[in-house]
């Protein structure tokens, strides 16, 4: 064979090797052959060759080949991918083979890996791509590496002195003189290759020498004190969770609290009540208009007779709106959460309803149900609703969102900006209007009370008729003013609550989240991504999503886990989640009847036991004990998954209804039993259950493929990677292990392994077909908003000053995984918000490598949509930032 025709056979081979590092001649020699027995073709010689398409190399190396194919964007592998590619019979997928460079316990940085990706990707031709380099070097055996070296990344190379025509970018010299500084482009050390490569804090882990293009140096990181960095986080963690929210001071712009207006000293409004006794409505306001100072409250009686006055229909549009003013300048004058309880009990007396008389919240529930036509009114009102008092009890709930933001900003800014002089003590949340309105006193450590759970389902009918009304009441935006009241009130528990008891925090925002989730499911996908936009409380925005897009999963069919939010647990459970949505059949389940609570509390599925509708026909093919739960909480389903019973199971699972991840009391589900028992029959028949049983479930570290194998079940645990892909060997358990861990035979990881690769290839091969476009553009409109939420409540540390980058906290913890693994950066944390920062950065780490965003379907990605197009850029977002961090060690 000539050099022409190997040329041409190399460029039609899609495996050219060539080899580093490996000294023994004997280990050289099998590399060789199995790499021709599968095909491939190898390249000897001491120097890169371009024509490669992958480099074997047993470690890190400091060598020209491992440099040269980085900067090209090459594979760079361990030979076990060679020697395991002869067992399997082919050529594997390289991802798991790929070499890393470690620096403590675990490999964490993979430093060919984004290069790669970008030349695969046409991003870039190489990692030099665009550099016109003068190369200044004298010994012409480095000289001609370092030329390799550059042309291998596409730099344009020059030699001293440069054409005439050629404009240099970069000035390459060793060592530096006169001469290399002359000219007009800067002047680099060839260190500055490595940096570009793998970033500027490895530059030290290569030392170039004139041995070597590269030594690599261990000890070049330098540890982290892990329990200092627990101690910064939580710190950091408080910080971010006691900062000022939702501020609103528009209500203060009228005057300075500090400086009061001049005070009247002596009104005399007996007059008014004399003008209100003849009817003399409009002049009785008139009246008070006039008279209203700071520390002057006229009586409340003549006020709840004007309001009554206003309510009965008669009253004209002008009247209603000075009353609105005068309402709105007895806030600004007199605002009660810096006045003294004798004002709260003022405001209290007047803003109720004046012929029923039960309080603020029957009268903020009146007037939401007049302004949405409803009949749940304390008392008849005028109707048809007229578009005067229409607007008027529109006015009043904006009136109602003033002051209760001003509670709130009272509350946050702690000292309550009590009056100078005044004699007024400083106030209390717990004497507040908005506690006295939304909460009883035995209410007050639960957020959902009775009058939180009216408001969200006014709120959603309200939403509802944004949808459907297209007349004079859309001019209201009374959604939008529900919202931004159930933004103030939650903003307000959760800073009560928060500094004492986090986790009744965290209980009471779930609970609302998923309490509206359940009351929601009428109404559109798109009607509920868009709610989700107009949250302004992040808090509320983060918990509300999550809720909703857990929820519009199961009632697809598309089940995922009970584990807390986490940025881990969007890339590997609801990415492919919204896959799933973007296949499902046009309108199927985009209004269904109520699920059960468990649809949305643990993302499960629906209770058997609650929206079991059975005719008589069901009831006669309703296994016996269906419903019986024995001490341990075990289901009938579990039962019969534990003896392999199938019939029994394929019975129970046709019930309209079925949850097929109910737990037991230790939080077991069907199929963990299934797996622990060897019910391959069984598995098989979950397997196939829609909607499908959450795979990556585990308790106590416990998933149910870490189940199967650790009770020697194969069959079963191939079972689970063909229908879920490699995904599931990517789980830990406590103490960090793998599914792949648990087994020592070769023979066997490479059955797992080759299992994971036929559901990876049947995930890749599903249609890319979009078959439902609009619940898509609503998922992906839902999952980017959690997103951005999530960043903003719980989101990393950023080092503000490029400069400072070393001292910042996100650099201190992105070190700390590069040396460490995660498990042993967190033994012995206590404070899980902390261990979630950990997970959280490695997570982005993990994205700045590549990883994770494969777990999305090819219709998601080819979709044009304008929520789904959002939603990658938020997700290459977060994968520069993943590089960045990388870049920045």
Not at 296 to 312: C, D, F, N, R
Not at 436 to 459: D, I, M
């Amino acid at each position: 064979m000539n050099k022409t025709q190997l040329i041409v056979w190399m460029a039609s081979s899609t495996h050219v090797f060539q080899i580093s590092g490996i000294k023994v001649r004997e280990k050289k020699r099998v590399l060789v052959q199995s790499i021709q027995q599968l095909g491939g073709t190898y390249i000897g010689g001491s120097v890169y060759q371009h024509a490669s398409t992958h480099l074997i190399i047993p470690q890190v190396l400091s060598s020209e080949k491992f440099l040269a194919a980085c900067a090209a964007g090459k594979w760079v592998v361990t030979p076990e991918y060679v020697l395991d590619s002869v067992k399997n019979g082919s050529w594997l997928p390289e991802g798991p083979y790929e070499v890393a460079i470690s620096t403590g316990a675990t490999s964490s940085f993979y430093p060919v890996r984004q290069w790669r990706e970008k030349v695969a990707s046409g991003r870039l031709a190489g990692a030099f791509q665009g550099w016109r380099v003068l190369l200044m070097v004298q010994e012409p055996t480095r000289r001609a590496m370092f030329k390799r070296l550059l042309k291998a990344g596409r730099a344009k190379v020059y030699h001293s002195p440069p054409p005439s025509h050629a404009s240099v970018t970069h000035v390459m010299a060793k060592p530096f003189t006169e001469d290399s500084k002359s000219h007009s482009a800067p002047c680099y050390p060839v260190s500055h290759i490595v940096q570009h490569l793998f970033g500027s804090n490895f530059v030290d882990m290569f030392e170039i020498t004139a041995d070597h293009p590269a030594k690599l140096k261990k000890d070049s990181i330098v540890d982290v004190d892990l329990s200092k960095l627990e101690t910064e986080l939580r710190d950091y963690v408080i910080k971010q969770e006691g900062g000022p929210r939702l501020r609103f001071l528009e209500f203060m712009g009228y005057h300075d609290p500090y400086r009061p207006q001049s005070q009247a000293t002596e009104t005399d409004f007996s007059n008014v009540g004399t003008m209100i006794e003849c009817g003399l409505f409009i002049e009785a306001l008139d009246s008070i208009r006039s008279a209203v100072y700071p520390g002057l409250l006229p009586p409340a009686s003549y006020l709840v007779s004007l309001l009554e006055y206003a309510q009965q229909g008669n009253a004209t549009s002008v009247f209603l709106r000075n009353f609105q003013q005068v309402m709105h300048n007895l806030l600004v004058t007199n605002p009660p959460w810096l006045a003294p309880s004798t004002v709260k009990k003022y405001f209290t007396q007047v803003l109720q309803c004046p012929h029923c008389k039960t309080g603020l919240w029957p009268f903020l529930k009146t007037a939401i149900s007049y302004c949405l036509s409803g009949e749940l009114t304390c008392h008849p009102l005028p109707g048809p609703a007229l578009p005067t008092l229409l607007q008027f009890h529109s006015d009043l709930l904006a009136f109602f969102l003033k002051l209760f933001q001003g509670e709130l900003h009272s509350v946050s800014a702690g000292d309550l900006m009590v009056l100078e002089g005044s004699g007024v003590s400083q106030a209390s949340a717990a004497g507040s209007l908005l506690y006295g309105t939304f909460w009883t006193v035995w209410e007050r450590s639960t957020l959902l009370s009775q009058a939180v759970k009216q408001l969200t389902q006014l709120l959603v009918l309200a939403v509802i008729e944004d949808h459907t009304e297209r007349d004079e009441k859309q001019k209201l935006h009374l959604a939008d003013t529900l919202l931004d009241l159930l933004s103030v009130l939650v903003e307000f528990w959760c800073q009560q609550h928060f500094k004492l008891n986090r986790s009744l925090v965290e209980k009471g925002l779930k609970d609302l989240a998923e309490h509206f989730a359940v009351i929601s499911q009428d109404v559109s996908p798109l009607g509920l991504a868009e709610l989700v936009v107009r949250i302004r409380s992040t808090r509320l925005k983060l918990v509300i999503t999550d809720a909703i897009f857990r929820s519009l999963c199961c009632r697809n069919g598309f089940t995922v886990g009970d584990e807390p939010l986490s940025l881990k647990k969007m890339m590997l459970s609801y990415l492919p989640a919204l896959g799933g949505l973007a296949q499902s059949p046009t309108g199927a389940c985009l209004r269904t009847r109520p699920t059960s609570h468990s649809c949305t509390s643990q993302g499960t599925g629906c209770s058997a036991q609650c929206s079991l509708h059975e005719t008589s026909l069901e009831k006669e093919n309703i296994p016996r004990g269906l419903n019986r739960v024995n001490a341990a909480g075990e289901t009938l389903l579990h039962r019969a998954c534990k003896r392999n019973q199938v019939e029994t199971v394929l019975q129970i699972l046709a019930l309209p209804g079925t949850d097929v991840n109910v737990k037991d009391h230790a939080g077991w589900t069907p199929l963990h039993e299934a797996c622990n028992h060897g019910s391959t029959a069984c598995v098989e028949a979950l397997l196939r259950h829609r909607p499908a049983p959450v795979l990556n479930s585990q308790v106590g570290g416990i998933s149910p493929l870490h189940d199967a194998l650790l009770n020697g079940h194969m069959d079963i645990a191939k079972l689970l990677l063909k229908h879920a892909g490699s995904v599931l060997l990517q789980q830990t358990d406590r103490n960090g292990k793998t599914a792949l861990d648990l087994i020592s035979a070769t023979s066997q990881r490479d059955e797992l392994l080759n299992s994971a690769h036929v559901g990876d290839s049947a995930q890749r091969n599903h249609s890319t077909e979009v078959l439902n476009r609009p619940l898509l553009e609503a998922g992906s409109s839902l999952l980017s908003h959690l997103i951005f939420s999530y960043q903003r409540e719980r989101g990393l540390p950023r080092h503000s000053q490029p400069n400072d980058k070393s001292h910042s906290l996100s650099y201190t913890l992105v070190r700390a995984l590069v040396t460490h693994s995660h498990q042993k950066v967190t033994l012995g944390w206590t404070d899980q918000r902390a261990v979630r920062l950990v997970e959280d950065a490695e997570t982005l780490l993990e994205l700045g490598r590549g990883s994770y965003l494969g777990q999305m379907s090819q219709a998601v990605k080819e979709c044009t949509g304008e929520n789904t197009l959002f939603l990658m850029e938020i997700l290459e977002d977060l994968k520069c930032r993943g590089e960045a961090l990388v870049a920045d060690l």
